[in-house]
Each structure stands twice: as C-alpha cells, then as structure tokens.
C-alpha cells in the first residue's frame, strides 16, 4: 500500500506543476485538476475507513488581493463539490478578502489548485473578451459591467461542469460497492465543528448585463475538462 500511494501521491505532484507558468496552456492546466481528482477518488477508493479517518483535516486560504468579492464567488461551491472540501469566504479588512477549502490534506489540495488554475483561466479569457468587437460595442460606462458580468458567467459554468464531473464519478464510485461520500462529508463536518465557526449564507452576486454573463457561459464551456490529459501532459510522461 506504501508503494503505491508513494506513487499516486507523486504523479498527483506532477500534475499539480502544470501550470501556465511551467508553459502549460489554460486548457491543459484545467484538465489536469480532471485527472488529479479522478486519481484522488481512485487511491481513496483503495483506503479502508480507518485509514482515511486517521487523516487529520486542513484548511487552506486563497487571498484575493481585493476587498470585495470577485468573480471566484460563483465558481466555489462547484470546486468544493468536486474537490470534497468545505468552502467559505472571509474578509480580513485592510487584508483583503480570501476563499478558504477544509477538508483531508489531499482534497484541500486539489481544490486550491483547482481554484488557482480556473481563476487564472478566467482572467485570460476576459482579457480576450476585452478585444471583441461585442466588448467595444459596449459605452464606457457599460464596459465595466459586462466585463464582470463575463467573469461571472464563466466562472459559474466551469463549476457545473465540475459538479457534472464530480457527479459522474460518484456513480463510478458507487458501481464498485463503496460510497465514500458519506464517510468524508461525517469527517469534514465533524472536524469543521472543532473550530467554533458559525457560517452564514450570502446572496449571490447581482448581474446586471446578460449578454456578457452569456459570452462568459460560453467561454467556460469550451474547456475540455472530460478529456483528461493531453499535448504537453502525455510528453511529460504523466498516466493514469
């Protein structure tokens, strides 16, 4: 068993150093959250309840460099879902705002990197969008409205997509008699009531044009996120 989560743990490694900055593309960079999940489910699969409830749970921040909520609101609940993590967002005041994953170490980790990778997605697609003849069309005063409206669009389609994925892999799970969805929502819950936390809900972001919310919609669904690993994943050596 040692061996070989040796070697899950690393080929989970290797897919999480594809990034654009180790010259990946955006594309490539989200389908390897596909395989770094689907590899997650797989080794989990394998672990007996003891084994995973030995497993200590963490927390993991990601800070927005902002002070109000940005386009991520839309997208996190769906990169939770997928990652079997507990999000939620909070504001540190002169510190800015961050969104923060619980869960086991392994789950955290995907959903941080998840989240890295499709924020980054999204704002190099809204860059693009700035350039479309549709964005230029807009008045001044409209752009910057239909800018965010794009970034909100994308990122709430990503992550149907992710609870999509998720949700197929839960059958696949459950077709080889073990539903460890149930054990690892008791764990998190459990540990998250450690904490003393008391969450409470907050609205989703108002957007105010629908045609951007649209073009970002389609924007979010031409990523290959089913495909699994190609291009520059194969050559480097990276399998399943």
Same mark, same amino acid.
């Given at each position: 068993?040692?061996?070989?989560?040796?070697?899950?743990?690393?080929?989970?490694?290797?897919?999480?150093?594809?990034?654009?900055?180790?010259?990946?593309?955006?594309?490539?960079?989200?389908?390897?959250?596909?395989?770094?999940?689907?590899?997650?489910?797989?080794?989990?699969?394998?672990?007996?309840?003891?084994?995973?409830?030995?497993?200590?749970?963490?927390?993991?921040?990601?800070?927005?460099?902002?002070?109000?909520?940005?386009?991520?609101?839309?997208?996190?609940?769906?990169?939770?879902?997928?990652?079997?993590?507990?999000?939620?967002?909070?504001?540190?005041?002169?510190?800015?705002?961050?969104?923060?994953?619980?869960?086991?170490?392994?789950?955290?980790?995907?959903?941080?990197?998840?989240?890295?990778?499709?924020?980054?997605?999204?704002?190099?697609?809204?860059?693009?969008?700035?350039?479309?003849?549709? #964005?230029?069309?807009?008045?001044? *005063?409209?752009?910057?409205?239909? =800018?965010?409206?794009?970034?909100? /669009?994308? $990122?709430? &389609?990503?992550?149907?997509?992710?609870?999509?994925?998720?949700?197929?892999?839960?059958?696949?799970?459950?077709?080889?008699?073990?539903?460890?969805?149930?054990?690892?929502?008791?764990?998190?819950?459990?540990?998250?009531?450690?904490?003393?936390?008391?969450?409470?809900?907050?609205?989703?972001?108002?957007?105010?044009?629908?045609?951007? #919310?649209?073009?970002?919609?389609? *924007?979010?669904?031409?990523?290959? =996120?089913?495909?699994?690993?190609? /291009?520059? $994943?194969? &050559?480097?050596?990276?399998?399943?």
């Amino acid at each position: 068993m040692s061996n070989k989560l040796d070697k899950v743990k690393e080929k989970i490694r290797r897919l999480s150093e594809m990034t654009v900055e180790n010259g990946c593309s955006e594309n490539e960079a989200l389908t390897a959250t596909e395989k770094m999940g689907r590899l997650l489910d797989e080794h989990q699969l394998s672990m007996s309840d003891i084994e995973l409830k030995k497993q200590d749970c963490i927390q993991k921040d990601v800070w927005t460099g902002m002070t109000v909520r940005d386009h991520m609101q839309g997208c996190i609940s769906g990169i939770a879902f997928y990652s079997d993590t507990k999000p939620w967002m909070s504001t540190g005041g002169r510190t800015g705002m961050k969104y923060v994953y619980f869960g086991l170490p392994d789950d955290v980790e995907l959903a941080h990197y998840t989240h890295c990778v499709i924020n980054r997605a999204i704002l190099e697609e809204a860059e693009n969008y700035r350039t479309s003849d549709e #964005y230029r069309m807009y008045p001044g *005063a409209r752009k910057r409205k239909a =800018l965010r409206a794009f970034k909100y /669009g994308m $990122a709430e &389609r990503i992550g149907t997509r992710l609870r999509e994925i998720k949700k197929a892999r839960q059958e696949w799970m459950k077709s080889q008699g073990r539903d460890l969805i149930v054990l690892k929502d008791q764990l998190v819950k459990s540990s998250f009531q450690t904490l003393g936390m008391n969450l409470r809900s907050v609205a989703g972001a108002r957007v105010t044009d629908r045609y951007g #919310y649209g073009q970002g919609q389609v *924007a979010g669904s031409k990523f290959n =996120l089913n495909e699994g690993l190609k /291009g520059s $994943a194969s &050559r480097k050596g990276i399998s399943g």
